[in-house]
């Protein structure tokens, strides 16, 4: 735990809930949930997906107004209607997706919805970047505040958000997963950021699915499962056994090694390449990269967002066209660019974004056989042939719910990520690419993400997994490769290698 002002546990909480409860039709989200925060507090939430973390904190930021149980503010009784109610008492949250609008400026969504005017009505725009300017730099945020806010990396973005909230008059801040896209640089400054406004006094509930990122930050850690309270305890008394314990009421299997420790990776296999990649060039993103993989091999690639490794595996994949190189699968040279033929041949994408790989809206079913319509129903397409090719698929995949009417929005992360890979394990796979495949995933759901792709891995089909999270590599990957603006940095194969080696060569 890092070195931050005390908070007095005595003192009267700055925000403080009783007996919260929450049902969604017949499903209950909370039951009987207490939770407090007090001035200069960094209180962590955890929990697997469906624990109740997200819906206890939209319940105290107004996004949910129908529940059980009372919210007092300084020892006050209030009720949230709507966000705009618990802003104006002072709690204000800021979402995993940002809500900023990234073709407006820095200081225009800063005083989204409420810019200053003029005598004359107009915006008072020498007044607004003026401010905007003061807020930043305060925060020590030294940025133009008259450029588009989407010109700016994750953590600025939010730190503008943060700002916007404080500026509103926020003394309760949640955040919801912020550190779920940052690299460590990036973590770091958001930490420094969120120490100075610890001293100032605000209250921040820290919502995270990184356990290390709660156990250095957090002053108190809350744990729920199943809707229920578990525990809330000092950081420095827990560790990240202890949290996994409590959360999942086991520990973890194949993921933990790689994540508490050093890994020795295999040496590089004498198998013959399936995939091949020869000075593969995109200006801007990648430059002169080469690699390849063989069957049942997991190649892992990290880097720093920003690094060219993940828009490497898309243009792998066909989804980014390079303008130079060779992409080669079973030493069958495929167009650059061409995902149908990337597909066609078993090279499949799983993007970090599941919004381009998956259809929200549209049912589990449809999503499952959508890439492979005529492999999985033949000439003659109807529901009950589609769901009959589906459900084997669920089950193997342990899919939950397996019901593939359901719509795949309504699943959770690590479900949606499930019926990603369902679909693809509809037609043939020779190369899987994943890039960030549990981004925003409890530890519960990656364990089983990770487990499916071992077992394609030991079924013959090779892994390319591109990832920010050294974790997640050092867990997985037989061979390692560093990127660094674009280019391989370092090759680790047959050797020891831990978690501040990569970060070294990233």
């Known amino acids: 735990m890092g070195d931050f002002p005390p908070f007095a546990e005595s003192a009267q909480a700055l925000l403080e809930c009783r007996a919260i409860g929450k049902r969604f039709g017949g499903s209950v989200a909370l039951d009987g949930v207490d939770f407090s925060l007090y001035p200069g507090e960094i209180h962590g939430l955890v929990g697997t997906n469906g624990a109740g973390k997200s819906t206890l904190m939209k319940i105290l930021a107004g996004a949910v107004p129908d529940h059980d149980g009372e919210i007092f503010i300084e020892g006050r009784r209030v009720e949230f209607s709507t966000p705009a109610e618990a802003l104006r008492l002072g709690v204000a949250m800021v979402y995993q997706d940002l809500s900023g609008v990234g073709q407006l400026s820095i200081a225009e969504n800063l005083f989204l919805g409420r810019q200053p005017t003029t005598l004359t009505g107009r915006i008072d725009w020498t007044k607004m970047r003026r401010t905007a300017r003061d807020v930043l730099v305060e925060m020590d945020i030294q940025v133009d505040v008259r450029r588009r806010l989407d010109r700016f990396p994750l953590v600025i973005r939010q730190m503008v958000e943060i700002a916007r909230g404080l500026h509103s008059g926020a003394r309760v801040l949640i955040l919801d997963e912020p550190t779920s896209s940052l690299s460590p640089p990036e973590t770091r400054r958001l930490f420094t950021l969120l120490k100075q406004l610890q001293a100032r006094g605000v209250a921040i509930a820290f919502i995270s699915h990184f356990i290390e990122d709660v156990l250095e930050i957090c002053d108190r850690i809350t744990i729920l499962k199943d809707g229920r309270l578990v525990e809330t305890a000092p950081a420095r008394s827990l560790d990240k056994h202890r949290v996994i314990h409590r959360m999942l009421g086991h520990g973890l299997e194949s993921a933990e090694p790689g994540y508490e420790s050093a890994t020795t990776l295999a040496p590089r296999t004498d198998k013959p390449a399936c995939l091949l990649v ?105 529901r009950g042939r589609e769901l009959a090719a589906v459900r084997p698929l669920l089950d193997r995949v342990r899919c939950r719910p397996p019901k593939p009417m359901l719509k795949a929005g309504s699943l959770s992360g690590g479900n949606q990520q499930k019926v990603v890979l369902a679909k693809w394990l509809m037609g043939p796979m020779r190369v899987l690419i994943l890039e960030e495949p549990t981004r925003g995933m409890d530890v519960g759901a990656k364990d089983e993400i990770m487990k499916l792709v071992l077992d394609l891995k030991r079924k013959g089909t090779a892994v390319l997994l591109a990832s920010t999270e050294p974790e997640l590599i050092l867990a997985h990957a037989d061979r390692i490769l560093t990127f660094r603006r674009g280019r391989i940095t370092q090759e680790f194969s047959g050797t020891l290698v831990d978690k501040q080696t990569l970060l070294r060569h990233a």
């Open 278 to 382: 020869e000075k593969l060039r995109l200006p801007g993103l990648f430059d002169e990269v080469s690699l390849q993989v063989a069957p049942g091999e997991c190649l892992g690639l990290y880097g720093f967002v920003g690094a060219g490794h993940q828009e490497l595996a898309h243009a792998i994949a066909g989804a980014l066209k390079p303008t130079e190189g060779l992409i080669a699968l079973d030493g069958r040279t495929l167009r650059r660019g061409d995902v149908h033929g990337a597909v066609s041949n078993g090279m499949v994408l799983v993007a970090a974004d599941r919004a381009q790989t998956l259809v929200r809206g549209s049912e589990i079913y449809k999503n499952v056989t959508l890439a492979h319509l005529q492999r999985s129903v033949g000439n003659w397409l109807t």
